[in-house]
């Protein structure tokens, strides 16, 4: 990357020199060209886009569905038939993993999208409107937090039975309370700033100052926490479905393929190691990717 | 309508401060500026003096309306604004603006330099075009010493400097009659605060700007000021022409202040006598009774305990609090 | 003349610091931000050091007492009593730093602890520097405590660092770096964060120990009011080099470097008026990552010429004591924009 202006060149040196319109550096874009930079980060981008394209479409590469029953293969270890092995119902478990890792994933992406929603939504209310409004809604945050979370998952299942449905609610019920803290924090020390103040002495309404000023700085921080929610809900999925209290046959995720195969593991490693292995990499390549962002939006905190 | 005397008018302006003295042990109330009474005419530059915790910050906050004052009055060309409808306080924002010590801090980080000065203009006019917008910020972009092709960058990409012109870009593209400068040099490197002070006072000149001028430095202050206003502790301790007060200073507290400012002149500093205050400032939740300054002066007697001085008028045109302004300190 | 400066003309040199250079390993390349300094420091003298952000002026002294950043390099050599101590192994630099060459910061608070007492801190010190029994590192404590003034000193010391006030935080930062009686005090900006009235008091006490103790004081700062009022002599820092160095009143009466001419002029002054314009510096301070070839001050200088652009120019000699880097043999001050003659 050639870099004709470096952006902590003050801007009178630089045009000095060529008195043509510049374009400046956003901190989004300055935060892009670190990440960039960040080698783990990038690999482990390309790595996760591997992950999630032969999740996707690995499947057509093979001739079976997830619950085809190969009689001649039950429990076989891997071979050119089946490339991971079969599973103790003769299921191939190359399907099966791809299609854990689609739910795996998906779990992990809507149930952070759905604690992002309530979690900005709740948190920049509190913090902007404070006073005893944001005790309230904090107190109930509170009370939320406290509430053991398997036994808060064990109630769900009583009340709406089991279902694909309530492992989503279940983790954004619960993820959505750190996104809020975390907001709401934000948006108390912004609204402190001298930026804030300046508006208000503009005559810049309310609602124009938490769209325009508030909510686009407190991304930074969302965003580095929402990289790092990910992982975290995909392992309380996995943690679920090992428990048997997660998605049902013959759907699968990795959580469950863990607890299989940890039941036959001194028979059937196979079906142990090929789950856990992309699980593993995924949760690891989630966490260099957060860490990059993190580091990229705050270089000094390095 | 008749143009009232004075363009701005404050009368007796108090903003307390509720301070929680801990849990379920009730309030203190912090008492930041206490009854300052002051007018402004048009053109004019009031100097606002003072220690840390004097409030002169505070001041500026409730003239503009950002602090809401506890009691007092504030006539803005003759309209009372205490209790105004949003309608004259929208006047008030297009009329009255600020800019701070902290010229980055009050800059949005994430917004463009084009953006952010536009910002008044597009909440007041929502009616211009994109491209009246961007010619009028152009415009002031070129009164304020900024360059055209520094539109789209960043505040991140500026220094302190060029950072504070951006601020007084953003309050003076709406034209306003006033404003209220917080420490606008402060945090500037030297050399760049005279260019800071020359641009503000080229301004005024050209746009008979009223500017209130909130700063901690004596000199910066004396160059830039008709008239200056001295705080301490809230109160209003002397209110005088400059030349009068740099002069002759009444009030102990001014004249300790204007001591206490090194010369960049090593031989007469060296022969100077000065007045060093004793002692530390008293807590504003707890100030001394009477004259709040007796703690430290070297004036006082028992009357400054018991008897608060009143504002009044002192040899031409001075105003100052002080039961003893007559008196010479001796050093 | 004070019996101090008499000294010095007999005595070795206390501090002694030949083409110091200090550089910065940054994610954007290397940044000198201390090039080829030297000066030297004798007993009972006051050096001050002026400059703007990014000046290098605490770079310099970061450097001498080993306190740099973890990506800060110092080249060159300190001598402190003929010994080298620049980069010298930390146990022994020890040994000099706090005892012999002592460090005050701007902002008292974050140097100190906010958990200790100010007589934990206080007597740690003397204990493992001069192996002092508690009971009378407390009574040196206390002593030292009433030599900056602070009132009721024997109540104070058991107070934590929040209690004081910023004028008195710095007191007891100058009483903690007076403890083992070193023989350089270096303060970087001691008042910056302090009001005027409270400023005056910390200059006084500095102007009574440098009278009393003979302590040789180093004032970093930007103000050339407080450093008329305190120094002997004089270095004028721009982009990491010095500009100017001399003795205080010659520098700033008779002031040959365009920097500190245009420095001098445009600072408003309390005691006259300067009518409606101040002369200014044009353009910004400079960037110590894209410093161009030849003069640093070049774009910002109203006597530039071919030459500066590409000749960097040395310190020499203008009178005894008195030197500047500037190829310029005269300044016709009537350049200086906006001065009126």
Redesign the interface.
């Known amino acids: 990357m050639t870099q004709t202006s470096s ?2 060149r ?3 040196d630089a ?1 000095a020199v060529k ?10 874009q300055n935060a892009l060209r670190r990440l960039m930079r960040n080698k783990a980060a990038v690999a482990s981008i390309g790595v996760l886009l591997v992950i999630v394209i032969v999740c996707c479409f690995g499947q057509l590469l093979r001739p079976y569905a997830i619950d085809d029953v190969a009689w001649d293969a039950i429990g076989a270890p891997p071979d050119a038939n089946h490339w991971f092995g079969s599973d103790q119902n003769g299921r191939d478990l190359f399907v099966r993993v791809l299609f854990g890792g689609r739910i795996s994933l998906a779990v992990g992406l809507i149930a952070t999208i759905v604690s992002l929603v309530i979690g900005v939504l709740y948190g920049a209310t509190a913090g902007f409107l404070g006073g005893k409004i944001d005790s309230a809604m904090m107190r109930f945050v509170d009370i939320l937090y406290s509430l053991p979370f398997m036994f808060f998952v064990i109630l769900l299942m009583v009340i709406l039975g089991r279902n694909i449905l309530l492992i989503f609610v279940a983790i954004g019920a619960v993820e959505w309370l750190d996104m809020a803290r975390i907001v709401r924090g934000q948006t108390l020390s912004i609204k402190r ?3 804030i ?9 309310t609602w ?1 100052i938490i769209r ?2 508030i909510v ?2 407190t991304l930074g921080p969302v965003v580095v926490y929402t990289t790092l929610t990910v992982p975290k809900v995909i392992l309380l999925e996995s943690f679920l479905s090992f428990l048997g209290l997660g998605v049902q046959e013959p759907m699968t995720s990795w959580g469950v393929l863990i607890s299989d195969g940890a039941a036959n593991m001194e028979i059937a490693p196979w079906m142990l190691v090929w789950p856990a292995l992309f699980l593993a990499v995924t949760l690891f390549c989630l966490n260099f990717i957060g860490d990059g962002i993190r580091d990229a939006l705050d270089p000094k905190d390095r | 309508m008749p143009e009232p005397r004075h363009m701005l008018e404050v009368i007796d302006l108090k903003v307390h401060f509720p301070v929680s003295r801990g849990f379920l042990r009730g309030q203190d109330k912090l008492k930041a500026v206490d009854g300052v009474s002051f007018n402004l005419r048009a053109g004019e530059t009031l100097g606002v003096v003072g ?2 915790g004097c409030g002169k910050s505070t001041l500026g ?1 409730a003239v ?1 309306q ?1 602090i809401q004052p506890t009691d007092g009055n504030v006539l803005w060309m003759g309209q009372e604004l205490t209790e105004a409808d949003s309608a004259s ?2 006047t008030l ?2 009329d ?3 800019i ?1 010590q ?1 010229p980055l ?9 084009g953006e952010i000065i536009a ?2 203009l597009e ?2 006019y929502p009616e211009k075009s994109k491209a009246e917008v961007r010619e009028a910020v152009r415009a002031i972009m070129a009164k304020v010493g900024l ?4 539109i ?3 505040p ?4 302190g ?2 950072a504070q012109r951006i ?1 007084i870009a ?1 309050a003076m593209i ?1 034209q306003p009659r006033l404003i209220v400068c917080d420490e606008p040099v402060s945090a500037l ?7 800071i ?2 641009l503000l ?2 301004l005024q000149a050209e746009f008979n700007l009223s500017l209130i001028f909130i700063s ?1 430095d ?3 202050v ?3 000021s008709h008239r200056i206003m001295v705080l301490y502790l809230g109160k209003l301790v002397e209110l005088a022409e400059r ?1 009068a007060l ?1 002069a002759r200073p009444a009030h102990p507290y001014t004249r ?15 022969e100077r006598k ?1 007045i ?6 008293p807590s504003p939740l707890n100030p001394p009774s009477g004259c709040r300054f007796r703690t ?1 002066c070297p004036l006082a007697e028992a009357r400054c305990a018991e008897e608060e001085p009143k504002l009044r008028h002192f040899g031409d045109g001075q105003e100052v609090a002080c039961h003893f302004p007559e008196r010479e300190i001796r050093p | 003349m004070t019996p101090a400066s008499e000294m010095t003309d007999t005595k070795a040199p206390l501090l002694e610091v030949k083409n110091l250079t200090t550089r910065f390993a940054t994610p954007e390349g290397e940044v000198a931000a201390v090039s080829d300094v030297n000066f030297t420091l004798h007993a009972g003298e006051t050096l001050g050091v002026v400059g ?2 990014g000046s290098g002026k605490s770079q310099i002294f970061m450097s001498i007492m080993g306190l740099l950043a973890s990506n800060g390099k110092a080249s060159g050599s300190v001598k402190y009593r003929g010994q080298e101590i620049l980069n010298m192994a930390p146990a022994r630099l020890n040994r000099i730093r706090g005892k012999s060459l002592s460090m005050i910061f701007q902002d008292p608070m974050t140097s100190l602890n906010p958990f200790l007492t100010v007589e934990r801190q206080m007597t740690e010190v003397l204990v493992l520097h001069q192996g002092m029994n508690k009971a009378s590192a407390r009574k040196r404590a206390i002593e030292m405590l009433d030599v900056v003034r602070i ?1 009721e000193a024997k109540r104070r010391v058991d107070m934590y660092p929040h209690e004081f ?4 935080r710095q007191r007891v930062m100058i009483a903690m770096a007076l403890l083992c009686e070193p023989d350089v005090l270096i303060a970087d900006e001691p008042t910056t964060a302090l ?7 910390i ?2 006490l500095m102007d009574d120990l440098k009278r009393n103790l003979g302590t040789a004081i180093v004032m970093i700062t ?8 305190l ?1 002997d002599r004089v270095m004028v820092m721009y982009g990491g080099r010095v500009a100017e160095t001399g003795p ?2 010659t520098l ?1 009466y008779q002031p040959y470097h365009p920097y500190t001419l ?3 002029a ?6 006259s ?2 009518g ?7 353009g ?2 400079p960037n110590l990552q894209f410093l161009p070839a030849g003069c640093a001050f070049q774009d ?1 200088c109203a006597w530039c010429s071919e030459r500066c652009l590409k000749e960097l120019p040395l310190l020499r000699p203008v009178s005894e004591g008195h030197s500047r880097a500037c190829h310029r043999d005269q300044l016709d001050i009537a350049a200086l924009e ?1 001065v009126h003659a």
């Not at chain 1, 103040?197 to 309404?205: D, K, L, N, Y």
């Open positions: 952006p902590t003050t801007p009178a045009s008195p043509r319109k510049i374009q400046g550096r956003s901190l989004w700033r001298e930026f103040e300046a508006a208000h002495a503009s005559g810049v309404s124009n325009r000023h686009p700085n | 220690e840390s906050r503009l950002l306080l929208r924002r297009r009255v603006q600020i701070f902290d801090a009050s800059l949005d980080p994430r917004m463009t330099v910002e008044p909440t007041h360059r055209e092709e520094m789209n960058r960043y991140h990409e500026f220094s400097g060029q601020g953003r709406l490197d030297v050399s760049i605060q005279a260019q002070i020359n006072m080229q901690h004596l000199s910066v004396r160059h830039i030349d740099y300790a202040l204007i001591s206490a400012v090194p010369l960049p002149d090593p031989a007469r500093e060296r000065r060093v205050l004793q002692g530390d400032l430290r | 703007e952000s009132p006030s910023g004028g008195m009001d005027v009235t409270i400023q005056a008091q200059l006084d930007h103000d050339m009011g407080v450093i008329a009022r120094s205080v009143e700033f245009g420095l001098l445009s600072m408003p002054r309390i005691d008026d300067l409606q314009a101040l002369p200014t510096i044009p910004q301070p910002r906006g």
